[in-house]
């Protein structure tokens, strides 16, 4: 069952930070700050991460009537916790030392460490499945399908926010559907456009070929004359390109590009043997 609960966070064995705070859950990272040569010669800073550990304790919300264990937090959505300390150690000024990191290109700056913590005593609200341990205890822990929530904001926030995601949701969806008829109507026009161009194309092609048949059936006596060296397709340029394995010849390097079949005999063109002719 997916309960909500809002209360007061508290441990019995919390975990005491160095500035005094106590808090049940504690990460500290160390990252090391350093200067480094880049390509064009020019220092620019940089960091790694050196350290990052991580504790949690046993703990619970307490509502004024009663408290509630919570477990997992960690991986709940909405868990922010409070920099509790932020510290920056400077790097020792050993000549040694700075001398073999110049040699390597870096110029060490120091250690930057930070401590978060979840702190005893702070409003939370936590959205998840309550369940009954062997002993009787009710924890909130979570579940294995639904919302998991460990936030300092209060449910009509939570509500709120997740009203803007779906409504985010909502105009995403609606936008990558608009988006997706636009592809498909261009694709089916880019479509009806090739297959238009290519039936003119046979068309042409068609009747050009009627009529070259037309002109040899005649007996014309010379081909400079009527045109029958002419390229079938654009009707300008000598055709010069065998079609393989039909063996026709009727169109120009031009034209034979845009062919997938012989525009005499419709067979599948396999290959085009260039001819010359002197």
């Known amino acids: 069952m997916v309960v909500t609960i809002f209360g007061r966070v508290g441990s019995d064995t919390p975990i005491n ?36 550990m991580s504790k949690e304790v046993p703990w619970y919300l ?7 264990y919570v ?9 922010v916790l409070t920099v509790a300390s932020e510290v920056f150690e400077e ?18 700056l120091g250690v930057k460490r930070i401590e978060r913590v979840l702190p005893t005593g702070t409003s939370f609200t936590v959205v998840g499945e309550a369940v009954k341990d062997d002993i009787g205890t009710i924890r909130i822990q979570r579940p294995p399908k639904g919302p998991f929530y460990v936030s300092p904001k209060s449910i009509d926030q939570l ?10 949701y909502k105009y995403s969806s609606m936008g990558f559907t608009i988006f ?5 109507a261009k694709h089916a026009i ?22 070259r048949s037309g002109q040899d059936s005649e007996g ?18 000598e055709y010069n390109a065998v079609f393989v394995p039909c063996g026709h010849m009727c169109c120009c390097t031009s034209c034979f590009s845009h062919l997938t079949n012989c525009p005499l005999c419709r067979r599948r063109i396999e290959q085009i043997v260039r001819t010359f002719r002197h």
């Open 159 to 168: 509500i709120a926010n997740l009203g803007k995601q779906a409504r985010w």
């Open 17 to 52: 930070c160095k500035n005094g705070l106590r808090g049940v859950i504690v990460e500290e990272t160390a990252e090391q700050h350093f200067l480094k040569h880049n390509d064009a010669g020019s220092w620019i800073q940089d960091s790694v991460l050196m350290l990052s």
């Open 62 to 68: 307490d509502d004024g009537t009663g408290h509630v």
């Open 220 to 237: 014309s006596n010379g081909k400079a004359e009527n045109g029958s060296d002419k390229c079938v397709i654009c009707l300008e340029q």
């Open 91 to 108: 790097s020792g000024r050993s000549l040694v030392r700075g001398t073999l990191d110049y040699l390597q290109g870096l110029k060490m």
């Open 71 to 79: 477990v997992g937090a960690r991986g709940a959505t909405g868990l």
């Open 190 to 211: 880019q479509y009806i456009i090739e297959r238009r161009r290519r039936w003119d194309l046979q068309r042409r092609v068609l009747a050009a070929a009627a009529q």
């Open 180 to 184: 997706g008829v636009y592809l498909i």
